[in-house]
């Protein structure tokens, strides 16, 4: 290397004014067990009023303190990652090693063809050499329109990818690209127009086949690969098809400018009803194997279809993690944060991703792999552990098996097709050490987790300018079912062999087994949640004290408790760059997923700890139609229809009755509430019924289409009010 761009090839910093946090969380921890002495200590007397209640209001705040104190790991030991990309280049050139990226799609009704189409330009116009890509979709919906729109997508590539680099555009997605604000006034403005005209041509053809479900037919003379499709072809229900639409080593395969082009594959792997397909994860295996068959890159980057690369350096920011000379070999995989698009300016979902980013996720030392946007050491992926003679990437590369450019593209497909059968990984170790993990519908933590156990560091890489960008929930329905789906397989895998205290015990850090819980822990943090928004309500309506009087010193307790960690979480979130109704509608989403996603997460998890039921990977919708876009810029929240709903409104019509009683009680019954001992009461009900507000308003006063079902309020009001009267005798 002759000592050309010395120094590391990235650098870490750990955070600072940890000092003063470790101040404020210790007096936080005081006060949580302040609070517990003082429910045990003023347990009321057997026949006493209340006993029971205060009994749960005891677990309650002992679930809570406790899970306050595992969040702390998360906090515990930030490190800041930077990397020097030019030192990269004057140590390695060109000379890089080459990069397999996986695009997972699985129903081109919710995931659009054009959609993945964008995701996949925007990986192949990489800034990083050509023939190093090679670029592998994996369609679980074994669809035709997908396949059509890759073909598309590989012309159109042609010359999307030179005129990216000659005019260095950002991003690369073109939809994401030809969207963005600033395209006024270019030099470039001709070579734009030319090539905006060249893609609106493309996704006109694309959306007129899928409307007309037609395919044209001149393409389909010209391709061979729609002869996979016939009538019988169903998405669960079908061979192995594959088709290299771009061979990178064909030397004839240059752009407009004469370049070489990525190499981009179609895969939709074998299904069959007998067999279980393992989701997400058999889908990645597949790609795993059919991809060591075709350009087995040492280096793999999974992105989710919604997800196109923002930024064309992330492959090299990858790099020079996996190539320093250092660390570099001890390192499994490079995470960068999952991002949106679509977020709405006041983020009303209430969506912690600016606090996950900027804090959590840095805070943790380590990184959990998130499942898309994420780099992977081939062999940590595969299941190899690290040990100390682990080799530099370099030299694995240079090792790895290398496909003869002279082969036939059509042997080589042939060859290749056969990994992607579904008896392919039956009693095999894949899915068990090998890959990514089945029997979870979190497979990415999982996974992630298994790579650490395996002796190899996480990078966790969060770049000024965002790495990839997607398309969160735009539903409260929708999001609700997200977040049970995750809290239900996270919660699973905490009642697994996989749980962090355990299997962590002893060979990884305290700290990284108590993050990892954190998140595992979502859905039995349901139960202490439920309970604090229901009993203190109805024992305000009752008249029973669950709290100490204003005037007494255990007061102060509570309320520093109370306010100290709620101005720290405020103070967190506008340090993110979060807005107070921005971090007012966290609150309110917190509470709702708890009662609700996690609720139910934790009834599915335990049915099927029973043997009742099996989980379901419930695809999140990708699209919105145009209507509840412009109502969510207004600022109205888009109910959608659930189940969950039902629960969410009870609690809500519960809370207002409580509410609105103990208020009259103090009209009528002067003093009833002065009894200073129910004001914490009365305030958290009144919070409660403030975090409410949009329910209120999406059962009785909007009329749009994106309020809440009519049927709601009717039902949860006479639920509610059944609950109370039952609690008052
Ligand atoms: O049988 C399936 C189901 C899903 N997918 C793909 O998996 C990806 C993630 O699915 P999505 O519905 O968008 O999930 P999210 O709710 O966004 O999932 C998050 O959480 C998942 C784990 O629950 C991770 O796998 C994802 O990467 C992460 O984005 C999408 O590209 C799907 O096409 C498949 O390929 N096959
Ligand atoms: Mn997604």
């Known amino acids: 290397m002759g000592g050309k761009g010395k120094g590391p090839l990235f650098e870490t910093a750990v955070g600072r004014g940890r000092r003063w946090y470790t101040l404020y969380a210790i007096s936080v921890l005081i006060g949580l067990c302040l609070i517990w002495l003082y429910r045990a200590t003023n347990i009321p007397e057997v026949g006493e009023k209340g006993r029971w209640a205060w009994m749960g209001m005891l677990a309650a705040e002992i679930c809570f303190g406790f899970y306050w104190f595992i969040t702390q790991s998360l906090r515990w030991h930030p490190v800041y990652h930077q990397t020097f990309k030019n030192r990269l280049f004057q140590r390695h050139g060109n000379d890089l090693p080459p990069v397999d990226i996986f695009v997972c799609t699985a129903d081109p009704t919710i995931e659009p063809p054009i959609m993945v189409m964008n995701t996949v330009l925007s990986v192949m116009a990489y800034d990083y050499p050509e023939e190093k890509i090679n670029v592998y979709v994996s369609d679980d919906g074994a669809s035709k ?7 598309e997508a590989a012309d159109f590539a042609k010359h999307w990818i030179p005129f990216c680099k000659r005019f260095n555009v950002e991003p690369r997605s073109p939809s994401a690209y030809f969207s963005s604000p600033d395209l006024n006034g270019l030099s470039y403005a001709s070579e734009l127009n030319c090539i905006k005209e060249m893609y609106n041509m493309m996704e006109d053809r694309i959306k007129n086949a899928i409307e007309f479900d037609h395919v044209p037919s001149n393409t389909i003379k010209q391709h061979k690969g729609f002869s996979e499709w016939n009538s019988q072809t169903a998405p669960g229900n079908h061979q192995s098809i594959l088709q290299i639409l771009i061979d990178g080593r064909d030397q004839s395969a240059t752009d407009v400018e004469g370049n070489m082009l990525p190499t981009l594959v179609y895969l939709s792997r074998e299904k069959r009803p ?7 994860a058999g889908a990645l295996n597949a790609l795993i194997r059919v991809s060591s068959e075709i350009s087995n890159s040492p280096v793999i980057l999974n992105v989710d279809c919604d997800m196109y690369s923002n930024s064309s350096e992330s ?30 300016k006041d983020n009303i979902y209430g969506d912690y991703i600016s606090v996950i980013d900027e804090v959590e996720l840095p805070g ?49 497909e042939e060859r290749a097709k056969g990994l992607a059968n579904c008896t392919y990984d039956q009693n095999t170790g894949w899915g068990k050490d090998i890959g990514i993990k089945y029997g979870c519908i979190v497979e990415d933590v999982v996974t992630g987790w298994s790579i650490q156990m395996n002796g190899w560091k996480s990078i966790y890489f969060n770049p000024q300018r965002k790495g990839f960008l997607g398309i969160s929930p735009t539903t409260l329905a929708q999001l609700l079912v997200q977040h049970k789906r995750w809290s239900e397989g996270l919660f699973q895998t905490f009642l697994s062999k996989y749980c962090p205290f355990l299997y962590g015990y002893g060979k990884i850090e305290l700290r990284l087994q108590m993050a990892y819980a954190t998140y595992m822990l979502w859905a039995p943090m349901s139960l202490p949640t439920l309970y604090y928004a229901i009993v203190p309500s109805l024992c305000l309506l009752k008249g029973i004290p669950l709290f100490p009087r204003v005037s007494s010193t255990w007061f102060l307790v509570f309320a520093y408790v109370i306010i100290s960690t709620h101005i720290y979480s405020l103070g967190e979130a506008l340090c993110c760059g979060e807005s107070l109704g921005s971090w007012w509608n966290m609150q309110r989403m917190r509470l709702m997923r708890r009662i609700c996603s996690y609720f139910f997460g934790l009834i599915d998890t335990m049915m099927q700890t ?24 207004k600022g109205f929240m888009e109910f959608g229809s659930s189940p969950m709903f039902s629960i969410l409104a009870a609690i809500a019509m519960l ?37 409410n507000l949009p329910i209120y308003e999406g059962m009785f006063l909007r009329k749009d289409n994106g309020k809440l079902p009519a049927y709601l309020a009717f039902e949860s009001s006479v639920v509610a009010a059944l609950v109370c009267l039952f609690s008052l005798y």
């Not at 019954?669 to 409660?688: T, Y």
Request: one cysteine or more; hydrophobic letters at 45%.
């Open 655 to 691: 809370n207002l009755f409580s509410l609105v009683a103990s208020v009259i009680m103090v009209v009528v019954r002067q003093g009833f509430i002065v009894r200073e001992q129910m004001v914490l009461q009365f305030l958290l009900c009144g919070v409660l019924v403030l975090l």
């Open 274 to 280: 007998q067999y279980l397909h393992n989701f997400k």
């Open 610 to 633: 029973l043997g009742l039921g099996r989980s379901n990977f419930d695809i999140s919708a990708k699209v919105a139609d145009h209507e509840a876009l412009e109502r969510l810029e």
């Open 315 to 344: 492959v090299r920011n990858a790099m020079c993690f996996f190539l320093d000379e250092e660390r570099g070999h001890q390192i499994g995989y490079v995470q960068f944060p999952q991002n949106f698009n679509n977020l709405d």
């Open 364 to 412: 943790l030392g380590d990184c959990m792999y998130l499942g898309t946007g994420c780099f992977h050491r081939r062999e940590s992926l595969c299941g190899r552990k690290y040990s100390k003679d682990c080799r530099m990437l370099t030299y694995m590369w240079s090792q790895g098996k290398m496909r003869d450019a002279g082969e036939n593209t059509r042997i080589i």
């Open 145 to 151: 329109f997908t396949f059509y729109a890759l073909l």
